[in-house]
Every structure is written in structure tokens, then in C-alpha cells.
């Protein structure tokens, strides 16, 4: 199976609506999840997609305690791993103290041999379809059903109920805000949003 990709635009950082370069974005066929790589890796090997499972578990729990120690972890083949941290703006050191600084995301950087793995991918144009992005209207009625009925949304959750770029899902997303119908919760990858307490 060949890798799917996209050519698109980003939008004009400037504000002033100038045309930007293509470049190639991967269209995801979907998530793989845990249990399809367990049943994967047990078909190529000797282990039982428990054991795989087990492994995972304790790998995923050992390396959080190691990062949380401060380390760098490196998963041989895989790649590295390490803790970024967040904290209000200062300009000098007096000015903030250890308990205001906290975790903010785990990096990640890609090993040698992964690289080398995926330097030989196949890829495939997409065809190009003519998709009629909803009216904001009728995107405002599918938000309103699904917070309705599940009280959060992401930004991911909004593309694929509305069929929306990103970058209209957060203008879609920050009008609402500014509007007094959504309110915010959480930091980038972990935001959500939600109708408004009362």
C-alpha cells in the first residue's frame, strides 16, 4: 500500500492574502491503534499479543518515570525522546521560581535507522475531489448536536464533523469564542471546548 499525499497551501502568515507555495501534506488512511500493532508484531515474531501488550505497558511506564528524572530516552531504532517544559514570560531569572515552570510536551526526534526505514516509501497523488465545505451555518448545527450530546470537542473531532481545513476550524472554533457561544479548556494538543458555564 503506497502512502497518500496532498498538495495545499498554507495560508498567508502575513495577513495579506498572498498566494503561498504547494507543498506535500501525507492524507492519513486513519490511526493505527495498540491492538493492530500487537496482533502485527505477534505474527512476526514469537510473542503473544498479550506479552506485546504487557511490554508496551511497562516500556510506556518505565520511560515516563525516567523523563520525569530528567532524562533523554532512546528507543534503539525508534528514536529519542524528551521533556519540554512551559512557563509565563520572564526577563530575568529572579523573576520566576521552580514551582511556576512545568511539563509541557514530550519531543520527539527520529532515529537513524527509522529514517532509513521510511526513506524508501512509496507515495501517490490523491485525486482531486470537489468537496463543498458546509455553510458556517450548518457547521454551527453539527457543533451544536455533538456538545450536545458529548460536552467536549476538539479541533480534530470539528475538522471531521465539518470536513474543515485546520486553519478554518480554528477561525470556525475562535469566532465562537469571541461570539461568547464556546469556551476554551486545556493547552494546544490537549484543548478542548465546550458550551459555556452558567
Keep these: 500500500m503506497c502512502a497518500r499525499y496532498r498538495l495545499v497551501r498554507n495560508p498567508d502568515p502575513t495577513g495579506e492574502h498572498k498566494k503561498q507555495a504547494l507543498h506535500p501534506r501525507v492524507v492519513p488512511y486513519g490511526t493505527v491503534r495498540i491492538n493492530d500493532l500487537m496482533y502485527q508484531v505477534e505474527s512476526r515474531s514469537g510473542l503473544s499479543a498479550g506479552d506485546v501488550k504487557g511490554v508496551l505497558q511497562t516500556l510506556a ?84 448536536n455533538h456538545l450536545n450530546s458529548h460536552h467536549f470537542i476538539t479541533c480534530g473531532d470539528y475538522r471531521k464533523l465539518t470536513g474543515c481545513s485546520k486553519y478554518r476550524a480554528l477561525q470556525d472554533l475562535n469566532k465562537l469564542i469571541d461570539e461568547g457561544k464556546l469556551t476554551k479548556h486545556g493547552y494546544r494538543s490537549t484543548r478542548v471546548y465546550s458550551f459555556p458555564y452558567f
Excluded: Q, W
Excluded at 93 to 117: A, D, P, Q, T
Design 61 to 144: 511506564d518505565v520511560m515516563a518515570d525516567k523523563l520525569e528524572e530528567g532524562y533523554i530516552v532512546e528507543l534503539e531504532g525508534i528514536g529519542f525522546f524528551s521533556i519540554s517544559l512551559s512557563s509565563r514570560p520572564v526577563m530575568d531569572k529572579s523573576e520566576i521560581r521552580s514551582e511556576s515552570i512545568h511539563f509541557r510536551n514530550v519531543n520527539f526526534r527520529c532515529g537513524k535507522y527509522l529514517k532509513k526505514k521510511l526513506k524508501t516509501m512509496r507515495l501517490e497523488r490523491m485525486p482531486e475531489t470537489k468537496s463543498t465545505l458546509p455553510s458556517f451555518e450548518e457547521r454551527l448545527r453539527r457543533l451544536t
